[in-house]
């Protein structure tokens, strides 16, 4: 037997080889503003300032994940995206812990609901009925559905924290710890410790029933801060019923080694680029040739044209990016 380290094979569905562009929605902005140059509204702004000073708590109107299947043919026909990425789909906070005004996307209070502002109150059909509405339109055009999954943390107060409190980290002095990166503390949130292997079947189960649903691939929201071993008896025990899933690797803010040795030894396929994070030419140059190398020799390498992390790209290139720029009012 040959001397030195096994080798590793990464294995990638066949559907995947091309035609891979994505699209990243947000369900809540898909409504009747979607359209829209500007949404703001002062006076509307100015009326809710006042009533949330004496401690209301105003939940914005939301788009609705039917607003989003009748995008569809935009999505997946004109403009031949044929993966759709979405934005967390969970119940977020609305009376505390509450970041904006709906609640932030990331802070999950239940890892297998869905958001009731994302649903229309249909009594023939559930919230989950109206998920596999879009998973099962979306199929139809030849697409794929990905949807964003934290499991580094849920929004404080959540289902998992209130049933098992022991799952999560503490601080000594026994509050509840807060995950953070680039030295932001998300107060909002509470981190799950993943020393805990009996948490690595509940969430093998979360997976698994979001599978069940018509979801092809899971974006790992602060996926390099799971332990190796947890994704790789996750992805195992996903890919034993659901063999094609792609496990798409969040892991800006982590060491690019951890990229690395999740792409190979933790089983997933691919990893969140950071060509965007770079802005001169010499920067996009030298970072592009190491994501090809990486691609071609760990597991392919995503480039999001922006990312949640990073000043906008058009408040660097006002003249190249004219599209994110508000226009100017009209006359009357």
């Given at each position: ?111 297998m609901a869905i958001d009731p502002s994302l649903v229309v109150f249909d009594k023939r059909t559930t ?43 503490r601080k000594p002095d026994g509050e509840f710890a807060s995950p953070g990166a680039w030295g932001t ?148």
């Amino acid at each position: 037997w040959p001397e030195g380290a096994d080798v590793g094979i990464s294995v990638h569905p066949n559907d995947y080889r091309t035609a891979n562009t994505i699209y990243c929605a947000f369900p809540r902005l898909f409504g009747p503003t979607r359209n829209s140059v500007s949404t703001q509204n002062p006076k509307l702004e100015s009326q809710i300032q006042q009533i949330e000073q004496f401690g209301f708590a105003i939940i914005p109107p939301s788009g609705k994940l039917r607003d989003l299947v009748q995008c569809l043919p935009h999505i997946i026909d004109v403009l031949g995206c044929r993966i759709l990425h979405l934005l967390p789909v969970h119940p977020t906070p609305t009376t505390f812990a509450r970041f904006g005004r709906f609640g932030s996307p990331y802070a999950a209070l239940d890892f297998m609901a869905i958001d009731p502002s994302l649903v229309v109150f249909d009594k023939r059909t559930t919230g989950i009925h109206q998920f596999r509405e879009l998973t099962y339109a979306t199929h139809l055009r030849g697409g794929r559905v990905i949807i964003d999954i934290v499991i580094n943390h849920t929004g404080w107060g959540s289902k998992l924290e209130e049933e098992h409190h022991e799952w999560f980290l503490r601080k000594p002095d026994g509050e509840f710890a807060s995950p953070g990166a680039w030295g932001t503390v998300w107060e909002d949130l509470v981190e799950l410790n993943h020393i805990n292997a009996v948490l690595w079947d509940e969430l093998a189960e979360m997976f698994l029933a979001w599978c069940r649903r018509g979801v092809d691939g899971f974006r790992c929201d602060a996926g390099y801060k799971i332990p190796v071993a947890a994704w790789q008896y996750i992805i195992a025990r996903v890919q034993e019923e659901f063999p094609e899933t792609i496990f798409l690797l969040e892991g800006l803010g982590g060491p690019w080694e951890a990229t690395e040795n999740l792409l190979t030894e933790g089983g997933m396929q691919w990893a969140y680029s950071e060509l965007f994070q770079n802005y001169s030419g010499r920067e996009v140059a030298w970072y592009l040739d190491y994501a090809n190398r990486q691609s071609a020799r760990l597991g392919t390498y995503v480039h999001y044209s922006e990312t949640h992390d990073n000043a906008r790209l058009a408040a660097k290139a006002p003249d190249a990016a004219p599209a994110r720029k508000e226009a100017p009012p009209k006359p009357n």
